[in-house]
């Protein structure tokens, strides 16, 4: 009489989606630690992605400047230059 184990293919099943969700997992990370979501980090920086206006100077009085928001006023792909050439963010208040 052949009888069958369904221990053995229960283990097996939760085994198999085990590992499938820590390669998930491992995916994830290895995008994350090689910079690849650093796309979406970048978009989320820049000071026009998050209602400010970069502006070369200070801002108005009814602005605040936020540092830690990019900008690029001289257009070269970084915003490493520096406040008298990229400018500063300024998000109305």
Do not use: H, P, W, Y
């Amino acid at each position: 009489m052949l009888r069958s184990n369904k221990k053995g293919a229960e283990l097996t099943l939760n085994v198999i989606v085990i590992a499938a969700i820590v390669l998930f997992v491992l995916v994830v990370l290895l995008l994350i630690f090689t910079g690849r979501i650093g796309g979406f980090n970048k978009e989320s920086a820049k000071c026009e992605n998050q209602g400010g206006a970069c502006t070369l100077g200070s801002c108005q009085d009814n602005a605040r400047q936020i540092g830690t928001l990019a900008c690029d006023l001289n257009g070269d792909g970084d915003s490493k230059d520096g406040a008298g050439v990229d400018g500063v963010c300024c998000v109305s208040v």
